[in-house]
């Protein structure tokens, strides 16, 4: 009983103690022309505390560290701006700050590269920033269609590729990490990426890291890790609505066109979203999203209807707890199209062709399905102190996937997958001083996973689970006014199956050296790795592919070097340009591929390959007469060896180039032009066109985007026309990309 008074008394003293010696900050943020600016992030530097401003522009900062403190305040849109202010015990500081419209990426504030906000210009290593606006501006109706604009990245139909880290596996085990607020999205049977399960009208922004990232963020991070960020609350309701229909153009060619019936017709398109948002108050906020797709698909057989509902809340308990929650549902019931019937019949799926195999049993490139994914993410957060803060979140993702039979109706659980994935972590920030940071951790993630795939015909049915736990430290260091290093590790352990555990070290370093505040340069070194996702070690099948379990199956391993140059420049009066050079090199380690085994007359995941992929990147954009005209242009050179065979890595291409422009210098009128260039792949797989018909036929990818947009009152109108000139390309074997379509879009808000 004593003791526990004592701690209470010592836990008030020490409470009250800490209010002694901090202090508040006040203030308000606005426009050149005095207007107010609300939802600016206020934050002070080197520390945990912050705040947004209000639909006055105020803000307010509580438990401030006596001393001398930095104030600065980002909002996209604007450069940012700081104030040093002298804080005293007990006392209020009030500083007010003007905000300069400016489109600048070098302002942008990012949190993925160190798990904590942080200006881009100071980020030691590649990222790329996909804002709301650039989301909002163009046709994204999943979030594949937004990364085809990232430089450095390159999609293989359903299979993200950064800087050459992947091939193509029918996006079986992604070899990049995917976080929707920073928690994994992986799919918890194929560890894959599902791009339309996420609130694509809720995104705030899109961060890619381009290189290992797994020092912070544990497997999956081998060649990268890509953040979607969704969108806080407004401090009044806002309501939109978005409707978009449109076709894809028939093919011109009548000689594809002649065996499907519908092929000389427009396939339609379209789909609604709304969405509502509102902060009710300084303790709650909401918003709630619900999205309807339908698409027709360009080829026979490839069609999906989807419904998405998702909500986010947040409560704050007190100025320094707040609870969040994120959950989402989505139903996908899709015809799957999986591979041609050959360069003369693209339009329609083929059957693979074994030598002493011709019956109508064959495996055929068709795969129809009704997909049921729920996720539900928790999250809590603390500010202990003003230089300490920890947060606490949970996670449970789900999906369930049941075969359509020949009347569309799903079959049961028993011939499809069910599949979990939960977990938690717990992270911990501290800044004992304003040069000095600290960010650590740890997480554990189960998953287990029945699927009709991974058992034998006519076995029952197997739980195959696959348990995962790591830990983490980050220390950054400022040294001087100029020089910053950070040093990293996370130690990982995971369990392969009932009597076999693996574990792996992943260290960093980075290094970043600011020449001005507007030019810095960059160092960094880091590992990466992957464990084979479920289906990869105990899929047994013989349906669509013919595959085999391979319980052999080792971790992924990378190692990653780049040395970069970030910066940007005034021109004159008018016009701002940045620029982002790196030239990197990866070194990869037992990649699995999906190899033809002969004895087992099947495909089988297997370790194969030793690589090193090496290259260069370089991005610029040019932004004038106040956002009115942007342009923007990356080109990324890869230079991809198989070490094995010394031959050109499978599916990678060696130029990969993105460019854009973006006008509003007519009233209300927006012009776009988006346009990507990538070379043939240097070599394919041949073990895959041994058995489907022309799947060794490549093309340069050569496609350009148009877009004409007017604003009107509430309204945003626009038209779109993807692939304009109507160019046939593949983005991977055996299926072709689409043709040219056309959509309309119009946007109401409230």
């Known amino acids: 009983m004593y003791r526990s008074l004592f701690l209470l008394v010592w836990g008030c003293w020490l409470a009250a103690s800490v209010h002694a010696q901090s202090g508040t900050v006040i203030g308000t943020v606005v426009e050149r022309d005095g207007g107010p600016l609300p939802g600016v992030n206020v934050i002070i530097e080197g520390t945990t505390r912050g705040a947004a401003t209000n639909i006055a522009g105020y803000f307010e900062i509580n438990n401030v560290a006596a001393g001398p403190q930095r104030v600065l305040a980002t909002a996209i849109g604007y450069h940012a701006e700081a104030a040093s202010i002298l804080v005293r015990a007990a006392d209020t500081v009030r500083v007010n700050l003007v905000l300069t419209p400016q489109t600048l990426s070098t302002d942008e504030v990012v949190i993925t590269a160190a798990r904590r906000e942080q200006l881009l210009q100071s980020v030691p290593l590649s990222l790329s920033v996909l804002p709301a606006e650039a989301l909002e501006a163009r046709p994204i109706i999943s979030l594949d269609d937004a990364l085809r604009y990232v430089s450095g990245v390159q999609m293989a139909d359903n299979q993200v590729n950064i800087r050459g880290s992947s091939g193509f596996s029918y996006n079986t085990g992604s070899r990049v990490l995917l976080l929707l607020d920073g928690m994994s999205l992986l799919s918890p049977d194929s560890e894959s990426i599902s791009y339309e399960s996420l609130p694509l009208a809720q995104i705030e922004r899109v961060e890619v890291v381009k290189g290992p990232g797994s020092a912070l963020y544990g497997s999956s991070a081998l060649g990268g890790v890509i953040n979607v960020i969704t969108k806080d609350f407004p401090s009044e309701p806002e309501l939109d609505i978005r409707m978009f ?50 698409d027709a698909g360009h080829l026979n057989f490839k069609q999906e209807r989807s419904t998405d509902i998702y909500a986010k809340f947040r409560w704050r308990l007190s100025p320094s707890l707040h609870l969040t929650t994120l959950s989402g549902w989505t139903r996908r019931k899709a015809d799957a199209f999986l591979y041609w019937n050959g360069l003369d019949d693209p339009l329609n799926p083929g059957n693979l062709g074994f030598a002493d195999n011709t019956s109508n049993d064959s495996p055929n490139g068709t795969n129809d399905n009704l997909t049921d994914r729920v996720m539900l993410h928790l999250g809590v957060s603390h500010v202990v102190h003003p230089s300490f803060f920890y947060s606490v979140k949970g996670r449970i993702f789900s999906a369930l996937i049941r075969p359509l039979d020949e009347e569309k109706e799903p079959r049961s659980v028993d011939d499809g997958t069910l599949g979990f994935r939960y977990g938690g972590e717990v992270q911990l920030n501290w800044s004992p001083s304003s040069d000095q940071f600290l960010t650590a951790g740890f997480s554990g993630d189960a998953l287990a996973t029945q699927s009709s795939f991974f058992q034998e015909a006519d076995a029952p049915p197997l739980i195959r689970s696959q348990p995962e736990a790591g830990a ?52 960094s070194y880091g590992q990466g790795f992957r464990v084979p996702s479920l289906a990869e070690r105990f899929i047994n099948n013989q349906s669509f592919f013919p595959i085999v379990l391979n319980l052999d199956l080792q971790p992924e391993l990378s190692e990653g070097y780049e040395v970069g140059v970030r910066g940007n420049t005034t021109i004159s009066s008018w016009g701002i340009v940045t620029l982002d050079v790196a030239a990197f090199s990866t070194n990869y380690r037992r990649l699995v591929e999906p190899t033809f085994v002969p004895e087992e007359r099947a495909f089988q995941f297997v370790n194969l390959i030793r690589a090193r992929i090496k290259g260069l990147e370089a991005e610029v954009a040019f932004t004038a007469f106040n956002d009115r005209l942007q342009i923007h242009a990356g080109y990324t050179l890869l230079d991809a060896v198989d070490r094995e065979t010394n031959r050109a890595l499978v599916f990678r291409s060696k130029h990969l180039l993105k460019a854009g422009i973006s006008s509003q210098l007519v009233g209300p009128i927006e012009l776009g032009i988006d346009a990507r260039f990538a070379s043939e792949f240097e070599r394919v797989d041949t073990d895959f066109a041994r058995f489907v018909p022309d799947a060794d036929v490549v093309s340069p990818i050569q496609v350009v985007d148009v877009r004409i947009a007017a604003h009107v009152s509430r309204y945003r109108i626009a038209l779109f026309a993807r692939n304009i000139f109507d160019y046939y390309y593949v983005e991977r074997p055996a299926i072709l990309a689409p043709p040219r379509s056309l959509l309309f879009q119009i946007t109401r808000s409230f």
């Not at 220390?475 to 693996?502: H, K, P």
């Open 472 to 523: 983490f430290a980050q220390w950054e260091q400022m040294l001087g006014s100029s020089l910053n290093l950070v040093a990293g590790v996370r130690y990982d352990v995971y369990q392969i199956d009932a009597g076999n555990t693996e574990q792996k070290v992943s260290p960093k370093l980075n290094v970043a050296y600011s020449l001005s505040e507007r030019l810095a340069l960059r160092g």
């Open 245 to 294: 229909g449109g076709v894809y153009m028939p093919v011109r060619y009548q000689s594809w066109r002649r065996t499907w019936n519908d092929a000389d017709i427009p396939r339609p398109i379209g789909g609604a979203n709304v969405t509502y948002a509102h902060q009710l108050s300084d303790q709650f906020g909401y918003w709630l999203n619900v999205a309807h797709r339908y």
